[in-house]
């Protein structure tokens, strides 16, 4: 159980921050929302110098788009299905004047997707492996806070938590305790494509940036997608300055 005591450790404060950062609390744990009717009036427009946080609406190029967590800076259709936006789908006339907007939660991914992009939900069925995807090659796109994706990965968590999650998917999308075990199964024991755990990465000094490696490092470090990993250190930055403490060292991967 956390104390006040606990909280005031700098090692606990950071673990807690990049847990919320570097996951996917941005997204509702019952899934990705669905996407806004086209014709839908236009947000107000994007704008390169406003700050956005999660949940803010904006328009752009006929579209509104939806943040998934802190941004400034990033266009909106130019970060691809991973990005920090999410279309709403097209819109007609201006509804506001520009600017940023608050609401809404954080967001990432583990080499999932969320919010459109559902062509791709069939990619994330491993085949090769034995037992196959029982529950439909499309059944393992990312869900929950942590956007736990690919076969693999739900039967890991399921044998982990001794819950069907191979044939039972979608109970990371609906029920929240789920989904909250298997946020908390992946950070504390995975790598992914990482060598450690987001959590080992922050209590043992190796930094925020292992975490995002650990995460989603395939798709955001060693030079790819600069501009989203810089928008998770921004705001990792942010609140640990809100918070009181350090954000160490080692920001970026």
Known sequence: MLTARTIRRPATVLALLALLLTTALAWSIAGPAPRAAAAEVCAPAWSSSAVYTGGAVVSKDGQNWKAGWWTQGEAPGTTGQWGVWRTQGACGSTGGTTGGTTGG????????????????????????????????????????????????????????????????????????????????WYWNTQSGPGTMSGHQAIVNGAGFGETIRSINGTLECNGGNPAQVQSRIAAFQRFAQILGTTTGSNLTC
């Open 105 to 184: 939660t954080t967001g990432g991914t583990t080499g999932g997707s969320t919010g459109g992009g559902t062509a791709n939900y069939p990619h994330y069925c491993d085949a090769s492996q034995s037992y196959g995807c029982p529950a439909g090659q499309s059944a393992y796109y990312g869900k929950g806070p942590i956007q736990l994706s690919w076969n693999y990965n739900y039967k890991a968590a399921g044998d982990a938590l001794g819950i069907d999650l191979l044939n039972n998917p979608y109970l990371v999308e609906t029920d929240p305790a789920v989904a909250w075990k298997t946020g908390l």
